[in-house]
C-alpha cells in the first residue's frame, strides 16, 4: 500500500518542481503543497485509504491537492510531475540549493546561457560567464562557487542528505518485511553507519525466495525505473534518481552479508586482515577457515565479530578509525543509547511562530512518551515573527503551571531558545534571563561571517551565566545551506571551562553537532553534551533517535550526555554554571 511517507515525497518533488515554474517559493501553489505535506505527515490515518472527498476534509488539503493524492495512490503517477520533470530536469532542481541562486536565475542561466547542471554552472564560472547576467556580479559568481563546494553538489560523487535518503529506506524496508518467507530486512551501507549524506540505498534481505522479493521489491510505487535485475540483486532508481540496491541472501548468511554491506569498505578490510591472522576468510557469504573451508560464522554479524575475538561493533563506528584497535583492547566507549535519554531540552509549542502543534499537546505527548522532563524552549524575543516577548512568556508560564498539575509525571522546565547575535548578545535581559530554568542559545542569522567572528560569537554567548547549552551548533542544513564555520577546539575548550553544554540536534535537516566535530571532541575530560529534538510538533519528539544515532557516530558515552541523568542531577548542572 502507498504510504503516508511515499505521498509526502511526492509532493515534495511536485513542490521543488513547481518553485522553478512559479519562479518563487512564496507562490500561491507552492505554499498550498507545502501545507498539505504537513497535513499528510500528521495524518492519523492511510491516505491511500481515504476517499477524494475525505482527504478535501483533511485541513490544509486543497481539491486540487486531494485530487493529485488518490491520482497517485490510484495510478502510481502525478501526470503534472510527469510533465513538470519535462522542463525541469532533476539536475536543474539541484541547482535551486545553493545559496543565493533563486528559482528565477536557475531559469535565468538555463535561458542566457544553457546551465541546467551544476558542473555546467561550474564550468560557466570557471569562463566568467555570469559576469554582466542582470543581478550577477564577480562577487556572486565567487560566492555561488564556494556554496558548490561547501555544500558537495559536484562532480558525479553527488550525494543524498539523510534526511531525503531515511524516509524511502524505511518505505522499502517496511514493504519488503510484509512478503511471506522474509525473516530478516535491514539497511544498511552508509545510511546504516548514519552518515549525514548518502550515494545509493543498499537493503540486505534474508529470505529462501529471492524471486519474490525482488517482484515485490520493482512493484513499489516509489520505483521509477529498474537498472539491473539478477537473481539475488536488483537495483533501481527512484523518480529523484536516487539508487537503491537489494540483495536477497540466505537466513544462515545474514550476518554476514550484513557486516559486508553495511561496511565501511575500510573496515572491511581491517576485519578481513584480522580474519586471515587468524586461518579464517571472511566474505559476504561467512567467515570460514581458509584450509579446511568449514564456516565458523555466518547467521549473525555479532557471531561474526565473537569468531574474531571482538565484541559486536556498533555499526555507526564502523569506519575504519580505530574502532577495531579499541573492540579488540576492550575500550569500545559505552556508547548513549535511546533508552538512556531521559529528558528533552529543546521543544517548541505554537506559541513559537514555527510551532506546529498547541503546547497542551506537546506536554501530553511528553508525557505518554515517558520522558521525566522536558523544557518548552519557545524562540527569543530577537527573532521576528517567531520570537515570543516577555508578556508572552509570562502568559505561557501561567499555562505551564495548569500543565504541571495536570501532567505531574513530566517535570516542565520554563526554557528559551535565545539567539546569538553577531557579537554574542542574547535576548531580553540578565533578570528576565535568570527566571528561565534552562535556556538553548543558537545562531540563527549572520551565517556567513569569518571563522574567527563566529568562534567569538559562541564563546561571548557561553559566556552568559544564562546560556546552559549552545544550540545546533553550525547551523547547517545538510544538503541545502552550509554551516557557519567555527574552531571547534576553541568552543569545546569553553565549553568545558564554562560550564556550557553542547546540544546534539537531532533534526535529520541538521544532525548538529555534526558527527566528524564529535570525533574531534573525544577524550576531552568534562565535555558535556545534550541530545535535543528540536520539536515543533508532537510527532518530532521521534527524533531523538536520530540525535542518539549521529552521537554514537561521533562515539559520545552515555555519561557525557546531561539528558540521561535524573532530573535533579541535570539541575546541578544548569545551577553550577549559575553559582
Ligand atoms: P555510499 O557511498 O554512501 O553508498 O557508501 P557505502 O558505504 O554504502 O558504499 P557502497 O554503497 O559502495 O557499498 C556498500 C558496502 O559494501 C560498503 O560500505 C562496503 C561494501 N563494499 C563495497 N565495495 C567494497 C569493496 O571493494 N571492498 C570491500 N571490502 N567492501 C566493499
Ligand atoms: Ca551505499
Ligand atoms: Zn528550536
Known amino acids: ?4 511517507a511515499d ?24 505554499r ?17 485509504e481515504m476517499s477524494a472527498a475525505e482527504l478535501e476534509a483533511v485541513p490544509g488539503i486543497g481539491k486540487s491537492t486531494a485530487a493529485k493524492i488518490r491520482e497517485y495512490i490510484d495510478t502510481g503517477e502525478v501526470a503534472r510531475i510527469t510533465e513538470l520533470r519535462k522542463r525541469f530536469p532533476q539536475e536543474m532542481l539541484e541547482l535551486t540549493r545553493i545559496p543565493g541562486l533563486g528559482p528565477k536565475t536557475v531559469v535565468m542561466l538555463r535561458d542566457q546561457l544553457g546551465v541546467t547542471s551544476v558542473e555546467q554552472l561550474q564550468q560557466a564560472i570557471a569562463d566568467d560567464a555570469l559576469q554582466g547576467l542582470p543581478g550577477m556580479g564577480q562577487k556572486s559568481q565567487q560566492k555561488i562557487s564556494h556554496a558548490i563546494e561547501r555544500l558537495g553538489l559536484h562532480g558525479k560523487d553527488r550525494r543524498t542528505p539523510i534526511a531525503a535518503a531515511m ?6 524496508v517496511d514493504a519488503l518485511q510484509q512478503i511471506d518467507g522474509v525473516s530478516h530486512v535491514e539497511y544498511a551501507g552508509s545510511l546504516r553507519r548514519f552518515r549525514e549524506t548518502i550515494a545509493d540505498i543498499d537493503i540486505v534481505v534474508a529470505s529462501n525466495a529471492p524471486a519474490t522479493v525482488m517482484a515485490a521489491f520493482i512493484g513499489l510505487p516509489l520505483v521509477t525505473e529498474v537498472i539491473g535485475q539478477g537473481e539475488t540483486k536488483t537495483s533501481v532508481l527512484t523518480g529523484t534518481g536516487l539508487q537503491i540496491d537489494v540483495r536477497v541472501v540466505r537466513p544462515s548468511q545474514y550476518g554476514a552479508a550484513l557486516v559486508y554491506f553495511t561496511g565501511s569498505k575500510q573496515h572491511n578490510i581491517e576485519l578481513r586482515q584480522r580474519s586471515i591472522e587468524r586461518g579464517l576468510l571472511l566474505n559476504e557469504y561467512g567467515l570460514e577457515e581458509s584450509e579446511a573451508g568449514k564456516v565458523v560464522a555466518s547467521r549473525t554479524e555479532t557471531a561474526i565479530y565473537k569468531a574474531l575475538d571482538l565484541p559486536f561493533i556498533a555499526p555507526e563506528m564502523r569506519e575504519g578509525i580505530g574502532e577495531i584497535e579499541a573492540a579488540a583492547d576492550r575500550s569500545l566507549p559505552r556508547l548513549v543509547e535511546v533508552e538512556d535519554v531521559k529528558g528533552d531540552l529543546h521543544v517548541h509549542s505554537t506559541w513559537s511562530g514555527d510551532g506546529r502543534s498547541p503546547l497542551e499537546d506537546m506536554v501530553r505527548t511528553a508525557a505518554e512518551r515517558g520522558l521525566e522532563y522536558i523544557a518548552m524552549t519557545e524562540h527569543g524575543e530577537d527573532l521576528a515573527i517567531n520570537g515570543l516577548s516577555r508578556e508572552q512568556i509570562a502568559a505561557e508560564r501561567v499555562e505551564l503551571d495548569r500543565l504541571r498539575e495536570e501532567y505531574p509525571q513530566v517535570t516542565i522546565l520554563s526554557g528559551s531558545e535565545l539567539n546569538i547575535g553577531p557579537d554574542g548578545a542574547v535576548d531580553y535581559d540578565p533578570d528576565f534571563l535568570a527566571t528561565f530554568d534552562w535556556c538553548v542559545a543558537s545562531v540563527h542569522s549572520q551565517f556567513d561571517l569569518p571563522e574567527a567572528r563566529q568562534t567569538d560569537r559562541i564563546l561571548a554567548a557561553m559566556d552568559n551565566p544564562a546560556v546552559s547549552a549552545i544550540g545546533h551548533l553550525t547551523g547547517r542544513r545538510i544538503g541545502h545551506r552550509p554551516g557557519i564555520e567555527v574552531n571547534a577546539k576553541a568552543i569545546f575548550e569553553a565549553a568545558v571551562d564554562t560550564g556550557t553544554a553542547l546540544e546534539i540536534n537531532g533534526h535529520l535537516h541538521r544532525l548538529d553537532v555534526p558527527a566528524e566535530l564529535l570525533l574531534l571532541a573525544r577524550g576531552i575530560p568534562d565535555l558535556k553534551f545534550v541530545i535535543s529534538t528540536d520539536s515543533h510538533h508532537t510527532t518530532e519528539y521521534e527524533n531523538i533517535r536520530w540525535g542518539v544515532h549521529n552521537a ?9 550526555v546531561i539528558n540521561t541523568r535524573p532530573l535533579s542531577e541535570f539541575l546541578a548542572f544548569v545551577a553550577a554554571k549559575r553559582d
Open 1 to 4: 500500500m502507498t504510504s503516508n
Open 7 to 30: 505521498i509526502a515525497r511526492v509532493l515534495q518533488e511536485l513542490v521543488d518542481l513547481l518553485v522553478l515554474a512559479e519562479g518563487s517559493k512564496q507562490a500561491f501553489r507552492v
Open 32 to 48: 498550498a503543497y507545502e501545507k498539505a505535506i504537513t497535513a499528510v505527515h500528521t495524518l492519523q490515518r492511510d491516505a491511500a
Open 167 to 172: 524516509p524511502i529506506a524505511q518505505t522499502v
Open 552 to 560: 554514537r557516530r561521533g562515539w559520545v558515552e552515555s555519561t557525557s
